[in-house]
C-alpha cells in the first residue's frame, strides 16, 4: 500500500496551487470620472474616459479598461439645492449658465457604454453591464457641490476571466518541496 509522505504531500499541494482558477468576480470596473469645475463664472462637469490609452497600467487597478469604451447616449440630470432640476441631454461637459447661478446638490450622469467585452490591463477579460452611471454629492457644509466634487463613472462586471499566472504560493511550495527533499536526502545518510 503506496504511503503518503511528507514529500508527496507537498508535490501534491503545490500541483494543486498551480491550477488555474477558470474565473472569478468583480463588483465593479472603474471607466471614468465627472467632475464639477467651477471657476468665478464659469462652471461645467467634466467627464474623462479613462480607458484605451488613457488606462492606468498594469498593476495599478484604477482604470484598468485597455478596451476604449465609448460613453453613449450621455444625460445629465442636475438637482438644485432649491429643489428644483434639469436634464441636459447629450452632455458633453459644456458650460451652462444655471451652473453658475443656483447652488447644485447633486448631479447624475446617464447613458451607455459602447463597449461591453473588454481586456484589463493585467490580461484578463470582462464583460460588463451597458448601463453608464456616475453620481456626484455635494461636500460643503450645506450639502452643495464644490469645485473638485465628482463621481466615479462604473460599470457592474460580470464573470472576468483570469490571466493564467502563477500564484504566490507556488514558489512557496517549490520552497517547501525542495526543504522536504533534502531533508530526506539528510535522514538517509548514515551517521559516522
Known sequence: MPQLTPAKLALAL???????????FA??????????DQ?????????????????????????P????????DVTLFVNFADGTSEEFDSYSGQQEPDF????????????????????????STVTIDPTLTA?????DP???LESGDFGL????????????????LAPLLGLAILGLCVLGRLERLPLK
Open 39 to 63: 471657476g468665478q463664472d464659469t462652471a461645467a462637469f467634466d467627464i474623462s474616459n479613462n480607458t484605451g490609452a488613457l488606462a492606468s497600467p498594469f498593476p495599478d487597478p484604477s482604470f
Open 153 to 168: 463613472i462604473s460599470a457592474s462586471a460580470t464573470a472576468v476571466a483570469a490571466a493564467p499566472e502563477p500564484s504566490l
Open 14 to 24: 503545490a500541483a494543486f496551487a498551480l491550477i488555474p482558477a477558470p474565473q472569478c
Open 135 to 139: 453620481i456626484v454629492t455635494g461636500t
Open 100 to 123: 453658475t447661478t443656483k447652488p447644485i446638490s447633486s448631479a447624475i450622469l446617464t447613458g451607455t457604454f459602447g463597449a461591453t467585452q473588454l481586456t484589463l490591463n493585467d490580461g
Open 65 to 72: 479598461s485597455v478596451t476604449p469604451v465609448p460613453f453613449n
Open 142 to 144: 450645506m450639502g452643495n
Open 27 to 36: 463588483d465593479t470596473i472603474n471607466l471614468g470620472f465627472m467632475v464639477f
